[in-house]
């Protein structure tokens, strides 16, 4: 059982620690500043923010002492040459196919550092950080020095190399409303899955794009979307245009993905080749931002509804978790210990984790709970946080 | 220069600091080198100044926002604060 919960929150990191059988927040740290994501790489237990100044820029910071002193870490930067096509924002004809006429070119910036993920044990500097404007990078030496994939920037399905010369296809990527902020409508990476059996093989997840594999280290990038539906789109089968809002696999059996999208769950049982829409919306089990997936069982999973798409919020006033065990297949909604009454909280993409049998969520209300019985029974660890973005067990 | 720089560049705090004329990007370059990092701060990476940042010669806020060319005289000063942008 971990005995460490990181919270990332509008107004810093708050970090849980677990003595006497009972949770204990300490003092904000990074106060006042957006904290996007929040974890701690198993390998030597440095713990990374992800920091999303306002005015400043987006900053990595990172602690070598468990949480005491944080340093601010090297900034991410798009190489000289990067570039990317820019979107705007869809009108409701909006039709992802259509040719795009002429592109605009627009130069690459770091807009927001979304997600971080940690290599393996056989590659103990490797680290992942998925960025919108859409670029993955990778570091080899522990966060000193990050570089971009450039094979799934230049991927045709976003145009082709533009650091090379103009588009050579078109770019079927689209803009994430979490860019909005940013005064702009481009994609972000928000899902890094590695796969424990094999180093070289990735999954990430793109809104709003789709998910897209490497079996050979990051070299070449393959969309793997057959089974999507987009209930948005005139063509809810096409290739690209899909909106993910979290990818999550199982460690003890890889080949079990399971998303969460903008169009309900979907589950993979054969490594995304193919995706199954899991969705069952009498069971409270369709619109949502996160997912999580028991360790050793891929048909286990857990999700936390929302009424979706034009409310995102709690359905009908009342917290629930839903889980299956059987691939999506039937849906238990759980609410033992969960308000239900004038609950409107939304949990975000990165807001629940696991554990073992653990369970933990935190949402824009600010409220935290958790559960030791794989989500039986819930308990409060505090109503009063800022509103979060991301929980992860430590 | 906005006081929220001074939690991240402290060394910065309470000085006046006399840097030779030169465009306003030379002007922020110099800044960095006494304090590295500040750059990133207030710049992207391609050397455009943030959305969210104002720079201003004396008074006048600065036309390039992109290269930061506008012309710093002798006895200029530059101002750097946040652009008010929320509610």
Known sequence: MSNLILLGTRKGIVILDRKDSSWHPRPIEHAGVPVCYAARDPRDATLWASLDHGHWGPKLSRSRDAGTTWENAPAIKYPEGARYIVKVLPTPDFDPDAPTGQPEYAGATVYKIWNIAFGSDAQPGRLYAGTIPGGLFVSDDGGESWELNRPLWNHESRGGDLFRGDATSENRWQGTPASIDYGVFEPGIHSIVIDPRDADHIHVAVSTAGVLETTDGGKSWTGRNQGMLMDYSPNPKAEWGHDPHFVAGCPGEPDHLWQQNHCGVFYSNDGAQNWRAVSKPEADARFGFPVAVDANDGRTAWVIPAKGDFERMAIGGGLAVARTTDGGQSWQSLRNGLPQEHAYDIVLRHALDIAGDTLCFGSTTGNVYLSEDRGENWQCLGNHFPPIYSVRFG | ?87
Do not use: W
């Open chain 2, 1 to 87: 220069m906005t006081t929220h720089l001074f939690r991240f560049f402290p060394i910065l705090e309470n000085q006046e600091l006399t840097v030779p004329a030169g465009s306003v990007a030379e002007v922020l370059h110099a800044v960095d080198a006494i304090s590295p990092g500040f750059c990133d701060y207030v710049l992207d990476e391609r050397g455009a100044l943030r959305r969210h940042v104002n720079v201003s010669i004396n008074d006048t806020i600065v036309i390039d926002r992109k290269a930061l060319s506008d012309h710093v005289g002798d006895d200029a000063t530059v101002y750097i604060f946040q652009a008010l942008s929320g509610g």
